[in-house]
């Protein structure tokens, strides 16, 4: 077994309160290989912020859980070497069974999710309990998921959401002993958010997704005051990295994320953590496609991946700065 201290990484504990009472939320990016990890050990250590790698057990199988460990261990030691030993959780994304979340505590995660939020409530109840008791005993925290998220993401899916009820948080919180809330207040994983439909169009014709319901989040704040909520599935989707990628031979359609103004106002309350996934891998995609499309006769990796590396830092950069406010708070 590896203790995640051995490798210079944090549990979200004292991460979490600070920015609770700061008013921000802490980037947790996801991540499988390595450009993905320097572009966001790169962004964060020029914007001082915290941050909290994410691994889904989609990509745990594709990157392969003892390279994942030592990527971490890098990570530290990167942020280091470029002038800022900032906090870095390493935290398993939706973990679905107890196996899954024991198995990355002993392989040096600080901090896993037990979502069984598809379960009946009593069987969320006790799967969460038993990860949480487990976890405990090493000083890792655990996120717990309340409510579903529509969408597609690596192995999770669902058709339809079913937001939170305030009226379970407070038992869920005290019988699990969970560190962490993910809720479902209008968030989806993926980057079909929303069908065309569900969505107004603004004077441009920019399609405008339903407002998040701000009026469940505050519920939940009046239950569990000062406790640390989460929101998955909060990529934003920028337009213009779907009309990249469409201009070069793509064929994304009808995609629609979360307004960043929404995001900035559900960082501000007692969401510190915000997921953003398909944000980065849009930004990627269309930094690929560009050049392979543009220089049709390149061939070495480096050529386009570098350019999605950098496309994908700035991208975190400004999602640290402007949508998440959790810069210089490292």
Avoid: W
């Amino acid at each position: 077994m590896v203790n995640y201290k051995e490798l210079g990484l944090v549990n979200s504990r004292d991460m979490f309160a600070k920015a609770v009472k700061g008013g921000y939320a802490i980037p947790a990016f996801n991540f499988n290989n390595m450009e993905q990890m320097q572009a966001i050990v790169q962004a964060c250590v020029e914007t001082k912020s915290p941050v909290i790698l994410q691994i889904s057990s989609g990509a745990r199988k594709y990157a392969n859980q003892t390279i994942l460990r030592y990527m971490a261990q890098g990570a530290v030691e990167y942020a280091k070497e470029l002038g800022c030993n900032i906090p870095i959780v390493l935290h398993l994304d939706h973990g679905d069974t107890f196996e899954l979340c024991k198995s990355c505590i002993e392989y040096g995660f600080s901090s896993v999710m037990i979502d069984g939020s598809s379960l009946p409530y009593e069987e969320n109840v006790a799967l969460t309990k038993q990860v949480v008791e487990y976890a405990h005993k090493y000083d890792v925290t655990v996120e717990g998921e309340l409510g579903v998220l529509a969408g597609v993401e690596d192995d999770v899916a669902a058709e339809k959401s079913n937001y939170t009820q305030p009226s379970e948080v407070e038992d869920f919180v005290k019988k699990t002993g969970v560190d962490s809330l993910a809720i479902s207040i209008g968030t989806s994983h993926g980057a079909n958010k929303f069908k065309p439909e569900q969505c107004t169009k603004d004077e441009n014709g920019v399609l405008i997704p339903p407002p998040l319901r701000f009026d469940i989040l505050e519920e939940i704040e009046k239950r569990i005051p000062g406790f640390p909520i989460v929101l998955h599935g909060s990529s934003s989707v920028p337009q213009n990295e779907v009309a990249t990628i469409n201009k070069f031979g793509g064929a994304i359609k009808d995609a629609v994320g979360i307004p960043e103004d929404q995001l900035r106002k559900a960082a501000k309350s007692a969401v510190c953590k915000v997921n953003i996934d398909s944000d980065g891998r849009l930004a990627m995609t269309a930094a690929v496609r560009e050049v392979l499309a543009t220089k049709p006769a390149e061939f070495d990796p480096r050529k386009y991946l570098g350019p999605a590396r950098d496309s994908l830092k700035n991208l975190y950069m400004h999602k640290v700065k402007n949508v998440l406010g959790s810069d210089n708070k490292a």
